[in-house]
T-cell receptor, first 114, second 118 residues
Framework: GNSVTQMEGPVTLSEEAFLTINCTYT??????LFWYVQYPGEGLQLLLK?????DKGSNKGFEATYRKETTSFHLEKGSVQVSDSAVYFC?????????????FGKGTLLTVNP | GAVVSQHPSWVICKSGTSVKIECRSL??????MFWYRQFPKQSLMLMAT?????????EQGVEKDKFLINHASLTLSTLTVTSAHPEDSSFYIC??????????????FGPGTRLTVL
């Protein structure tokens, strides 16, 4: 089956520090990969995505590269801000049609201190 | 990006009553919507897939008679928690599937509904 394993938190960083949140996956088929962010008390927002190998998704200074050879999609940001404090979810989807659905990792809580 | 709304954003009810949560896709038609449940500090648990004009598909372990899902139109799905009990208290999140064509499908999420059963 499909599964996503992401780095367990919580992760606490100082402002302007470098961020990496690891994510690896197993999938039957050729997945699309996503990072979602959830701010306190809110729903999920799509942060970035990649649909094929070697694609790099990027948004708001965050980046992740689809690595088929290592089945990974690690999230990085060069300089985090306090406003980046949130829970980050790695996810995948495989194919379309009636079987389409997202499979999520457990989430990683990031806290950025000033 | 596409917008999905949920109503209400929070609700408090007495044990034994039923609560209905609405999920709407505001600027696109969604033949498929999803309902998730999220426990504190945990990931999202998919409860069911809601397909417009047909019965919902429930995940294993989810009581279909307790969590009634209706997807009556291409922009609206509802989740009704029947005879709610305190253990049903949770954060319920819906999402709508956006058919993005060659760019791949995406799910857009609602802001969530906090249900508290007293």
């Amino acid at each position: 089956g499909n599964s996503v394993t992401q780095m367990e938190g919580p992760v606490t960083l100082s402002e302007e520090a470098f961020l990496t949140i690891n994510c690896t996956y197993t999938a039957t088929g050729y997945p699309s990969l996503f990072w979602y962010v959830q701010y306190p008390g809110e729903g999920l927002q799509l942060l970035l995505k990649a649909t094929k190998a070697d694609d790099k998704g990027s948004n708001k200074g965050f980046e992740a590269t689809y690595r088929k050879e290592t089945t990974s999609f690690h999230l990085e940001k060069g300089s985090v801000q306090v406003s980046d404090s949130a829970v980050y979810f790695c996810a995948l989807s495989v194919g379309g049609g009636s079987n389409y659905k997202l499979t999520f990792g457990k989430g990683t809580l990031l806290t950025v201190n000033p | 990006g596409a917008v999905v709304s949920q109503h209400p954003s929070w609700v408090i009810c007495k044990s034994g009553t039923s609560v209905k949560i609405e999920c709407r896709s505001l600027d696109f038609q969604a033949t498929t919507m999803f309902w998730y449940r999220q426990f504190p500090k945990q990931s999202l648990m998919l409860m069911a897939t809601s397909n417009e004009g047909s019965k919902a598909t429930y995940e294993q372990g989810v009581e279909k008679d307790k969590f009634l899902i209706n997807h009556a139109s291409l922009t609206l799905s509802t989740l009704t928690v029947t005879s709610a009990h305190p253990e049903d208290s949770s954060f319920y999140i819906c999402s709508a599937r956006y058919r993005a064509g060659t760019g791949g499908d995406e799910q857009f999420f609602g802001p969530g509904t906090r249900l508290t059963v007293l």
